[in-house]
Structure formats: structure tokens, C-alpha cells
């Protein structure tokens, strides 16, 4: 026996009860420290919102399902992303609802980003020269580390940085507690110099 998957068609006047518990939503709205007391009236017309807005955005899903290459009926959180990113008044959900990424390529970025901090080079930021048959092989760099303008290396670069930090400070160098201070210092967090 197949699956009943016919959409329930949304009212078309008010009657008022809604489809979303109004005690959550009053709950959630509560959370707000700027806000002291929400009346019955107002969380109701919220609740209303939220439901044309999550109506809104079905749609807009399906939309992008159907118009796949092999169209289909049930949504699928792809056709959500793909709705935030075509649309425009949905690009406020951009950061909540990002393109999927395949693996691989997380994991290719990872390791590049890693190697870059390494100060090593990666194959895609360096030119490989080319062999008779067109394939292009492997270099190793002679220096230990890729040539900056004016000699310098990434690696002694870094290698330069760490030692100043380790001066600064007793023991060995976090590269995750130097980034988490770094991002400390600027959102403005952290030790700040009061002058008198």
C-alpha cells in the first residue's frame, strides 16, 4: 500500500488556532532578554508568521525539487539550500543553511590549509614544470619552505613567529590557543590597557 504523501492545503481564513504550538513559541520568545512580557495576541500573530514564513519556504524548495533534471515531489535539504541561494529574500539564511559540500573537497581544503600552515607548498599554489609527455611531476622546494619576495620562506616566516610567541610566553606554542586569542583580541575581548 503506498504512502499518503498528498500536502495538506493551508487555510484559507483565520480561525484561530494554529498549526504550531503557541506555548513553545511563547516559550522561545521569552528567551529574549530585551523582551519582558509578550501578550497572548502578539505570540499568536507571531506564530502566524512563522507558519507563512515555513510555508514560504517549502514551497520554495519544492520548486528547486521539481526542477531537477529527474523532478520529484518529496524535499530534500538540497532543494532548501538551493532555494536560499537563488533567492533573494531568503539570503538572510545563507549562514544557517549552507550548500552541501562533498567530503573530499573538505578534506583536500583541510589538508592544504594544514600543509600552508606547516609552511610546506601544495600542488595547487605552486607551477610544476611540465616533462616531454605533458604530465607534469612533482618538485621539491630546495629551500624547505615556498620563496616570499625577498628571499624569506613561509616556513622561516612561521618558524619566526612561533619563536616570538614562545618568548612571550612560557612553554610551547598552541597553534588552536593562538588562533581562539587572536579571534579573542579581535572581537575586543581579553586584557585591555586602561590608562589613567
Same mark, same amino acid.
Request: charged share 25%.
Given at each position: 500500500m503506498?504512502?499518503n504523501?498528498?500536502?495538506?492545503p =493551508?487555510?484559507?481564513?483565520?480561525?484561530?488556532q494554529?498549526?504550531? *504550538?503557541?506555548s513553545?513559541? @511563547? @516559550?522561545?520568545?521569552?528567551?529574549? *532578554?530585551?523582551i519582558?512580557?509578550c501578550?497572548n495576541?502578539?505570540?499568536?500573530v507571531?506564530?502566524?508568521?512563522t507558519?507563512?514564513?515555513?510555508?514560504y519556504l517549502a514551497?520554495e524548495?519544492?520548486?528547486?525539487? @521539481?526542477l531537477?533534471?529527474?523532478?520529484?515531489?518529496n524535499?530534500?535539504?538540497?532543494?532548501?539550500?538551493?532555494? %536560499?541561494?537563488? +533567492?533573494?529574500?531568503?539570503e538572510?539564511?545563507?549562514?544557517?543553511v549552507?550548500?552541501?559540500?562533498p567530503?573530499k573537497?573538505i578534506?583536500?581544503?583541510?589538508a592544504?590549509k594544514r600543509?600552508?600552515?606547516?609552511?610546506?607548498?601544495?600542488?595547487?599554489?605552486e607551477?610544476? =614544470?611540465a %616533462? *616531454?609527455?605533458? @604530465?607534469?611531476?612533482?618538485?621539491t622546494?630546495?629551500g624547505?619552505?615556498?620563496?616570499?619576495?625577498?628571499?624569506?620562506t613561509?616556513s622561516?616566516?612561521?618558524?619566526?613567529?612561533?619563536?616570538r610567541?614562545a618568548?612571550?610566553?612560557?612553554? *610551547? %606554542?598552541? =597553534?588552536?590557543?593562538?588562533l +581562539?586569542s587572536?579571534?579573542?583580541?579581535?572581537?575586543g575581548e581579553?586584557?585591555?590597557?586602561?590608562?589613567?
Amino acid at each position: 500500500m503506498p504512502y499518503n504523501t498528498t500536502a495538506i492545503p =493551508p487555510r484559507k481564513e483565520v480561525t484561530g488556532q494554529t498549526q504550531l *504550538p503557541l506555548s513553545r513559541v @511563547k @516559550k522561545i520568545v521569552a528567551q529574549d *532578554p530585551d523582551i519582558t512580557v509578550c501578550s497572548n495576541n502578539a505570540a499568536f500573530v507571531i506564530t502566524l508568521a512563522t507558519e507563512m514564513f515555513i510555508q514560504y519556504l517549502a514551497e520554495e524548495g519544492l520548486k528547486m525539487a @521539481k526542477l531537477e533534471r529527474k523532478p520529484r515531489r518529496n524535499i530534500q535539504y538540497k532543494d532548501i539550500a538551493n532555494a %536560499v541561494s537563488h +533567492q533573494d529574500n531568503l539570503e538572510f539564511l545563507s549562514d544557517m543553511v549552507p550548500k552541501t559540500v562533498p567530503y573530499k573537497q573538505i578534506k583536500a581544503q583541510a589538508a592544504a590549509k594544514r600543509a600552508q600552515l606547516n609552511g610546506q607548498r601544495t600542488e595547487e599554489a605552486e607551477e610544476l =614544470p611540465a %616533462v *616531454p609527455n605533458g @604530465k607534469k611531476h612533482k618538485s621539491t622546494p630546495s629551500g624547505g619552505g615556498a620563496s616570499l619576495n625577498g628571499g624569506a620562506t613561509i616556513s622561516g616566516l612561521l618558524t619566526g613567529a612561533n619563536a616570538r610567541l614562545a618568548s612571550e610566553e612560557d612553554g *610551547p %606554542v598552541d =597553534p588552536n590557543d593562538q588562533l +581562539q586569542s587572536e579571534a579573542r583580541q579581535a572581537r575586543g575581548e581579553g586584557d585591555v590597557e586602561m590608562t589613567g
